[in-house]
């Protein structure tokens, strides 16, 4: 066939407006936000969810000047469903950015088809040590931490106030061991016992009877949402807590868990890189449109969706708004242009934040509002321990 | 110490075991005296909890929660066997199981549209929500015990029922030949429709139990509903007897195993193996159970047909 047919060039034109069509300047951002909208794990997913729409809100409805449209997705806490819906937003819905995130099995079962695609990826939460390490990827942001480093903070908290023997319960799954490994790293007593439950177990009956067996002066649990929630009222129901003291991750002793269990959480003492009491401009406005928008307050959840729709809408400024140009949104990601919630916000060579670690405790306030308090610093400008097995390609393939 | 941690657990395991128990009568009568199964069972569960929380919850009473909430769930089982149920008994098993295995799907998204994806929240009453001294220095949860009391109560009167009533010998005789009792005059289409509604009350009450423990969320019968036939296999099919026992025993086997295995392992392997393979052995234990049961005893424990 001659190059000069009719049909030939016919088929060049039609392939050059094709492929000329991505190369003019997107008009709109699209997000993938999957997460956790059914089940024991719900409350999660639901803040994450909020807390990035009013970002969207703030925004004008835009991200990085860009009309943003937010696809939300139920991952119904399930690794399959998840993956499925995943490549129904990368392949159908084709979007630019996916994020929401809960669970961290469910983040590790996503993230192969993800990268493949070349979308980028925000954490709101989920933050495996597998993807801070060896695995770590040009694609993958975290907005929020790295899985050990709530722990390693009340790790420090335990052993600095003369914990001489703890036990220690969290769900048999990647962030369940990341969390113990992370308390360890910084508790050096007895531990008493560690214990792993399944993920859907939320009677804790024959735990909470070793528990008291082991003998230990305090309870260290990691368990996120409805987990927790069913374990503190069944930990007080036994009398426990007149025994030993309960420490927490912030993720088992937020608003969320507080407005389900109540009294029986003032005094424990819990970490996190944010607290709704932080002072800051962007974090108070955040707040106080946060619980004018929802009616409650919000948790440490809801603030990371906050900030990944915010590190989102800085990037995309950032590039004027040629999202098209990875290698350009990846470097305006890294800059983290944009202000946090949390104060001052930074990444390490692994994309995961640098980053103060606070603690706080649930008290009844002025308002006779039971609620978290923060106590102070804990760590500051602290990095994971995974950072230095990542070997960040250099540029995006 | 340890002698309290074994008591500890054994109550736990009665607690649990009882709760089975409820679900595992309905379950074994219905496929003992119509030889039908009936997976939409746990979908009563399901349903009676949602119904005990929010009576609960709109009434601001528990007690008055699990009355309603009962009660309702009867008629609803009564519903279900007279407009779908019914068509099925002279079907095939396979008919069964899909005609029910529809049930339960329209019942899970039944659930969600009237009351959401997100789990329903439902308090304990107050009074039992603290710990109970039951020897010196070894209290146990209050409302556990309740749990157990009222699991014992329900396991009584239905034994009083099935033994000593007029009604409870045409249901032994239609467990253990049904044309027969039929030839004798027994009218097993009321039986078993008045079978029913009892079972649908007792996964009620186990429904609204467990909802405060445990979580009022949709897909919450499936995961029980698949102990619940294992007790009935274990315990032999269509006997009350056998699936009191089968359920006692998977309670404290359970218990027992999500106790014992990762301390075992954990002497053996060190606690990182322990942590790793315990949870995954110990979920396996019961049906290691069934299947040692199932070799020695294929009919089951106490099998009632003869």
Redesign the interface.
């Known amino acids: 066939m001659s190059t000069h047919s009719p049909a030939f060039r016919l088929a060049a034109l039609a392939a050059a407006t094709l492929m000329a069509l991505p190369a003019a300047a997107a008009d709109r951002v699209k997000v993938g936000l999957l997460s956790t909208?059914?089940?024991?794990g719900?409350?999660l997913g639901?803040d994450i969810r909020d807390g990035f729409q009013l970002a969207v809100k703030h925004a004008g409805g835009k991200l990085g000047g860009l009309a943003a449209e937010v696809i939300v997705a139920?991952d119904q806490m399930s690794p399959d469903a998840a993956k499925q819906t995943a490549d129904r937003l990368l392949k159908r819905d084709k979007v630019d950015f996916m994020t929401g995130i809960v669970f961290s099995n469910i983040m590790l079962a996503v993230a192969p088809p993800v990268f493949q695609s070349r979308t980028f990826y925000i954490s709101a939460n989920a933050g495996p040590s597998q993807l801070a390490g060896a695995q770590c990827n040009p694609y993958f942001f975290s907005a929020s931490y790295q899985n050990d480093n709530m722990h390693e903070a009340v790790g420090k908290t335990v052993q600095a106030r003369g914990v001489k023997k703890v036990a220690l319960l969290a769900p048999?799954y990647p962030a369940g061991?990341d969390a113990l490994a992370g308390f360890k790293r910084f508790y050096k007593g007895e531990?008493a016992l560690?214990?792993?439950?399944?993920l859907?177990q939320?009677?804790y009956?024959?735990?909470l009877?070793?528990i008291?067996?082991s003998?230990a002066d305090a309870v260290y649990v990691f368990l996120p949402g409805?987990l927790g929630i069913?374990f503190i009222?069944?930990f007080?129901?036994?009398?426990l807590n007149k025994e030993m003291k309960l420490f927490a991750p912030g993720f088992s002793a937020d608003e969320d868990v507080i407005r389900?269990v109540g009294e029986p959480m003032v005094g424990i003492l819990n970490s996190s890189q944010w607290a709704h009491d932080m002072d800051n401009a962007a974090n108070k406005r955040f707040v106080a449109d946060f619980q004018k928008e929802y009616g409650r307050l919000p948790t440490l959840y809801a603030a990371q969706g906050y900030d990944a729709a915010r590190l989102i809408d800085g990037a995309v400024k950032t590039v004027g708004g040629k999202i098209e140009d990875k290698a350009a949104v990846r470097k305006a990601l890294e800059a983290a242009k944009f202000e946090s919630v949390r104060g001052e916000f930074k990444f390490n060579t692994n994309h995961f934040p640098v980053q103060d670690y606070y603690l706080r405790e649930v008290v009844k306030d002025g308002q006779g509002r039971i609620t978290n308090k923060t106590l102070g610093k804990v760590f500051d400008n602290h990095a994971d321990a995974y950072a230095g097995d990542c070997k960040m390609p250099a540029e995006t393939p | 110490?340890?002698g309290?941690?074994v008591l500890?657990?054994l109550l736990?395991g009665l607690?649990?075991g009882l709760m089975l128990f409820l679900l595992a009568a309905g379950l074994t009568l219905v496929f003992g005296i119509m030889d039908m199964i009936n997976l939409a069972h746990g979908s009563l569960y399901m349903v009676g909890a949602y119904l005990i929380a929010s009576i609960a919850a709109a009434s601001g009473s528990f007690w008055l929660g699990l009355a309603g909430g009962v009660a309702a769930t009867a008629v609803i089982g009564v519903l279900l066997e007279l407009t779908v149920l019914r068509r099925l008994y002279e079907r095939d098993h396979l008919s069964q199981v899909l005609g029910t295995f529809a049930i339960l799907l329209m019942a899970n998204e039944g659930v969600?549209m009237i009351w959401g994806?997100?789990?329903v929240?439902m308090a304990?009453p107050a009074a039992l929500?603290?710990?109970v001294e039951l020897l010196p220095g070894f209290?146990?949860?209050?409302?556990?015990l309740f749990i157990i009391g009222v699991g014992l109560a329900v396991a009584l009167l239905l034994y009083l029922l099935v033994t000593r009533t007029r009604v409870g010998m045409q249901v032994r005789a239609g467990a253990s030949n049904r044309e027969m009792a039929q030839a004798m005059g027994t009218n097993v289409r009321l039986l078993f429709t008045a079978l029913f509604a009892i079972g649908a009350a007792l996964c009620a009450v186990a429904g609204g139990m467990l909802g405060?423990?445990?979580?009022v969320?949709?897909?919450m019968g499936e995961?029980i509903l698949i102990l619940a036939f294992v007790v009935i296999v274990i315990g032999g099919i269509g006997s009350i007897r056998g699936a009191l026992l089968g359920a006692l025993l998977v309670g404290a086997v359970d218990?027992a195993g999500?106790?014992l295995v990762?301390l075992l392992f954990g002497q053996l392997l060190g606690?990182a193996a322990a942590?790793?393979a315990?949870?995954a052995v110990a979920?396996i234990l019961i049906y290691v159970l069934m299947a040692a049961v199932l070799f020695w005893k294929p009919r089951g424990l106490f099998p009632s047909h003869g």
């Open positions: 909208l059914s089940g024991a719900s409350g639901i139920d048999n061991k531990i560690e214990t792993y439950t399944p859907n939320l009677d009956g024959a735990e009877s070793q008291r067996a003998g409805g069913n009222k069944q007080t129901s036994t009398g389900a | 110490m340890t309290i941690l500890e657990q736990n607690q649990f969600r994806s997100q789990p929240p304990m929500s603290g710990p209290s146990y949860p209050a409302y556990r405060p423990l445990l979580a969320q949709v897909g995961s218990t999500r106790t990762p606690p942590a790793t315990g949870p979920s």
